[in-house]
Nanobody, 114 residues
Framework: QVQLVETGGGLVQAGGSLRLSCAAS????????MGWYRQAPGKQRELVAT???????NYADSVKGRFTISRDYVKNAVYLQMNNLKSEDTAVYYC????????WGQGTQVTVSS
């Protein structure tokens, strides 16, 4: 059974930084792609960053140049470094697969004050 646990959210001022972490278990982590998603109040969940098993990464245009996704194969973890945060980045952030999908975790709240 896949389990995904997101941590690292918080309240930050615009222009600040946060680093989110996702601990994954129950999957063969090394051969699976991973992604970070977010859901803002009243909006649909959107995919903001993906990382392949090869560690190649892709980003939504809205976060390109500000967010960096990375993974640790030893710790079975995925990270999202978020810099130059904007108020529109306020959302609950989740990790999950891209070509596969496990049960959604509880997410971690990111709130950016302007």
């Amino acid at each position: 059974q896949v389990q995904l646990v997101e941590t690292g959210g918080g309240l930050v001022q615009a222009g600040g930084s946060l680093r989110l972490s996702c601990a994954a278990s129950g999957i063969i982590f090394s051969i699976n792609d991973m992604g970070w998603y977010r859901q803002a109040p009243g909006k649909q969940r959107e995919l903001v960053a993906t990382i392949a098993s090869s560690s190649s990464a892709n980003y939504a245009d809205s976060v390109k140049g500000r967010f960096t996704i990375s993974r640790d194969y030893v710790k079975n973890a995925v990270y999202l470094q978020m810099n130059n945060l904007k108020s529109e980045d306020t959302a609950v952030y989740y990790c999950n697969g891209v070509s596969w999908r496990g049960a959604w975790g509880q997410g971690t709240q990111v709130t950016v004050s302007s």
